[in-house]
C-alpha cells in the first residue's frame, strides 16, 4: 500500500500538528511538550482531571477523544509505542484541577510501566492520581485472567463515561468507580482481513495469507486466537457476536451499546455490512441495542478489519452516554 | 591492565550506540514476528539520539546517564522505562570513580538488573530481556567470585548472553504483547533479549579491546 508521510521519524509530530490546527476550536498542544494533546477545557478547577495516553496509530484514538466533557490530556506516544512517563506525567499535570486525576488507559506492558512511573512522579506535586485499565479484549486471554487482557475500543466507552462522571462534578472515586464499571462491562473483539505496516519499518509485521482472516486479532497486529478461511460477512459478524456474547453472559433484556469500528484500511460502508446483521443477531439473542456507533473510532495504522464492542448497560450508564459531549472523534447531544 | 578508565569511556556506550544502530532492521524484523515490529525503529532513535548528545570525551557514567534521559523522556515504549531504569542505576553504582575494574564493573551490572526488575514484573524464563541479562550477570559474577581475571569474566559473561538471547528462541512467551501469542511465540527470538545481548556483547569487546591495548 502506498502512503503518505514526509520522513517516518515525523510522522507523530505532523500527525499532532495536523490534528491540534484541524481541531483548535475543541483542542490544543500543550506548551510544554508537544506529545500532549489537551482539550480546549481542560484543567478547570474542582473537577477531576481525566487523562488518556497511548502510541499512536490509532487515529482517532487517543488524541481525538479530547475535547468537552470528554478527556481533559492525551500522552501521545510514537508509533504503536506507549508515551514516555515524562509526557504520562505532563499530561497529569495539565489535567489537574485540584481534584485529582483519572488516568484512564489499555492495558499493555509500556503504559503500565509508564503510567506507574508518571504517577510517582505527579504524587510528589501533590497530584492524586487514580487508574482504570481497560481489558476488554476477549481473545486475548480466559475469562478468568481477565486482568491479562488488551485494552481495544472498549477505552472509548470507559473515556465517555469517566470524563461525563466527571463533567457531572463526582469526585476521584466516583470517576474511578463510573469509568471502571464501563469497562467491566465491556467485551470487545477484533477480525484482521490484512496486516499493517509501520512507515518506518516499510512492510507488514505480519502476514495474512490471501482467503484467511485473523479471529481476535489485537490493535496491533498481535495474531488472533484461531486463523481460518475468511467468511461471509454475515458469517464473520455472527462469530463476532458469539465470541462477545459468549463472554458476557447477559441476562435475557439486557440493553448495550454497540460499537463497531474499522481497523483503518476496510470501507466504511463494509462496517455497515457487518453492523445491519451483528444488530440483528444481538437482538435475537434476546438483547436490546440502545445506542450504536459505527465508523473508524479506534484504528490501528492501515489494518483491514473490524473491532465490535458491547457495553451492557445500566440506568447509571445509560444517563452518563447521554451527557453532551463535543470531541473531535464523538459527538453527543449537539 | 586491570581496569579502565571511567573518563572518555563515553566511547564504549558510542559503540555500542552504534551496533544498536547498524541492527535496527534486524531488531525490528525480530520484534515483528511475534510484536508490533518497532524495538529496532525505538531503539536505534534512542541510541542513537543519546550517542549525538553524548562527547566522546564524556565518562562511562555521564553516558549512561544521557542514554537512560533519553531513553525515559523521548522514547517510551516498554523498552523507555526498562532500559531507562537499567542505565540510570548503572550510572549510580558508577558515581564518580576514576578506575572501573571487574568489581565495579560487576556492581553495575547488578544495579542494572535490579533497576530492570524493579519497574518491571517479568522473571527469568518469559521470554524477556531478562533472559539474557540474568545469566549475563551471575556469570560475571561467579567468575569474578572464582577469580578469574576481568577480561576472561567478560568473555564469559558474552557467552552467557548470547547463550541467554538463544535460550528465548525456544520459550514462550508469558508478558508483554507477544505472551497473548501463547505457543505460537516459540521458535522465534525475543527483541529485547537480542538487543540486550548486543549491548552486554558491546560492553565486553569494547572493554576488552582497552583492557589489551591499555
Known sequence: MQRFFNNPDDIVDETVAGFVRAHRNMVRQSPENPRVVLSNWAGKPGRVGVVTGGGSGHEPAFIGYAGRNMVDSVAVGELFSSPTAKTFHDAIRAADGGAGVAVLYGNYAGDNMNVKMARKMAAKDGVT???????????????????????????????????????????????????????????????????????AVGHPNFQIEPGKMEVGIGHHGEPGARVEDLGRANDVADDMVKIVLDDHDLPEGSEVAVLVSGLGATPINELYVLYDRIEQQIEARGLKVWRPYVGNYFTSLDMVGATLTVMALDDELKSLLEVPCACPALQEGQ | ?????????????????????????????????????????????????AA????PDASLTEALQTLSDVLMAEIGGSMGPLYGMMFSDMADALGDIDQIDATSFARMLRAGLDGVQEIGSAKKGDKTLLDTLIPAVETFEAHLAMGDSFGVSLAAMRKAAQDGRDSTLDMVARIGRSARLGERSRGVLDAGASSCALILSGFADEITARLENA
Do not use: Y
Not at chain 2, 6 to 25: D, F, P, Y
Open chain 1, 129 to 199: 492520581v487514580e487508574t482504570v485499565v481497560a481489558n476488554d479484549d476477549v481473545c486475548s486471554a480466559p475469562l478468568e485472567e481477565r486482568e491479562k487482557r488488551r485494552g481495544v475500543a472498549g477505552e472509548i466507552f470507559m473515556w465517555k463515561i469517566g470524563a461525563a462522571k466527571a463533567a457531572q462534578g463526582a469526585d476521584l472515586t466516583g470517576v474511578i468507580a463510573a469509568a471502571q464499571k464501563a469497562i467491566d462491562n465491556c467485551r470487545s473483539v477484533g477480525v484482521g482481513l490484512g496486516p499493517c505496516t509501520l512507515p
Open chain 2, 1 to 49: 591492565m586491570t581496569s579502565i578508565p571511567n573518563a572518555g569511556a563515553a566511547q564504549i556506550l558510542r559503540e555500542i550506540s552504534a551496533t544498536i544502530v547498524e541492527n535496527k532492521a534486524w531488531l525490528s524484523e525480530i520484534d515483528g514476528k511475534i510484536g508490533d515490529g518497532d524495538h529496532g525503529v525505538n531503539m536505534a532513535k534512542g541510541f542513537g539520539r
Open chain 2, 52 to 55: 549525538e548528545r553524548t562527547p
